[in-house]
């Protein structure tokens, strides 16, 4: 025997020992590769259709436009750009004396009405008294006419007599006429009565409702914040003369939500009531919870000026993007502060999922659909 029969006798030994272990290996490679290649894919399948989400989204706040009710000068800014205010916190203020000469006047004016229907009253009585004294010359007038009328036929006076006595009772029955229209003029400023109080006059309460709108417009004289937030860029300074509507400042809302443009596509599954996750791009890797508060009943493209005419020429069909309104649970944490305009990515749960049993069993499957476009 050679020296090259013990390796040789070796060799072959250790080929046969690792025959059966590679079919062992290759076994399970054919077995567990696909399972675990089913299992991905089922996963994949399953949660597919359970979360739409969409980077087209921003961080949104309501916006004030501060305008005077009242035109004037500036004589005093409170605030400066960027500063938060509460409701109530005054803004600026407005040359209040002009205001203030205002209800003076008025307050001028309405003594000055209760004065002139006080003396309406003392022409009531004026007119009263002269109206009975006409009715009276009116009718002794009337009885020296008949009686000069006996006469005349009788022949004991002349014809002149008789056109005097006549004259006469013409001018007291003129004079009777403008009296009564007199004493009428009288009871209409007074309301129809005498005795009408004077807050029930109808000029007392114009010059009443003028003096309110007087008082009125002294105290629009300071603007102050309608809402909580914090002032937006501003150029206002003392000085400075304002119209009434003219824009003064911004001002920002502390209540945010994020509204997201979703592909009508993605829109399948969602409702109003459903969990959210949104991820701002200042903070990344910090996640924020909401829940979908409202879909817009249009797409973007229906409340713009010029919207789409898809009924006219060339036609290239385009998916559109609704607006869904994701109200943010805390918009502040651990110092990371959302701000309007910020850009986010918003991940929506649906709750749905692409099994028979998740369509079967979803808990909004009650709930009315989004209506897509056709």
């Known amino acids: 025997m050679t020296s090259q029969q013990p390796t040789e006798i070796a060799a072959r030994v250790e080929t046969d020992t690792a025959r059966p272990r590679g079919r062992l290996r290759n076994r399970v490679l ?5 399972l ?25 706040a309501d916006q004030v436009t501060i305008a005077p009710q009242i035109g004037g000068r500036v004589v005093e800014v409170a605030v400066h750009e960027n500063q938060a205010v509460h409701k109530g916190d005054l803004l600026f203020r407005i040359d209040p004396e002009p205001l ?15 004065d002139y229907l006080n003396a309406s ?16 010359t009116l009718r002794n007038n009337e009885a020296q006419l008949k009686r000069v009328q006996e006469l005349r036929a009788k022949g004991l006076v002349a014809q002149k007599a008789l056109d005097d006595a006549a004259a006469e009772v ?12 007199t004493l009428a003029k009288a009871r209409t400023m007074l309301g129809g009565a005498v005795d009408t109080p004077l807050e029930d006059l109808s000029g007392y309460r114009v010059a009443m409702a003028q003096l309110a709108k007087a008082r009125l417009d002294l105290s629009h ?9 914090t002032i937006g860029k501003m150029h206002l300074q003392p000085g400075d003369y304002l119209n009434v509507g003219q ?5 920002v809302s502390n209540t945010l939500w994020v509204e997201g443009n979703f592909k009508e596509t993605d829109l399948t599954n969602v409702r109003v009531g459903q969990p959210a996750t949104i991820e701002v791009d200042t903070f990344p890797g910090h996640k924020w919870t909401a829940t979908v508060a409202s879909i817009s009943p249009a797409s973007g493209s229906q409340f713009s000026i010029l919207p789409a005419q898809n009924a006219t020429g060339n036609w290239v069909k385009i998916v559109q993007r609704i607006p869904v309104r994701l109200a943010i649970e805390t918009a502040s944490q651990d110092g990371m502060v959302l701000r309007a305009g910020m850009s986010a990515d918003v991940e929506i749960d649906t709750g749905r999922q692409n099994s028979l ?15 897509l476009s056709r």
């Open 221 to 229: 004289a300071e603007v102050r914040a309608p809402i909580d937030g």
């Open 247 to 251: 824009a003064a400042m911004p001002l």
């Open 30 to 34: 054919w077995i567990a590769g696909p």
């Open 170 to 181: 013409a001018t007291a029955r003129g004079t009777r006429d403008s009296d009564a229209a």
């Open 121 to 136: 009253r003392d022409t009531y009585r004026s007119a009263s008294a002269d109206l009975r004294s006409s009715e009276a």
């Open 36 to 60: 675990v290649v089913a299992l991905v894919a089922g996963w994949f399948y399953i949660t597919a259709g359970r979360y739409t989400s969409t980077d087209n989204a921003y961080v949104q």
């Open 357 to 371: 049993l998740g369509r079967w069993t979803g808990s909004d499957a009650g709930e009315p659909r989004v209506a």
């Open 100 to 114: 203030q000469i205002a209800v003076e006047q008025m307050q001028a004016q309405i003594a000055a009405a209760g």
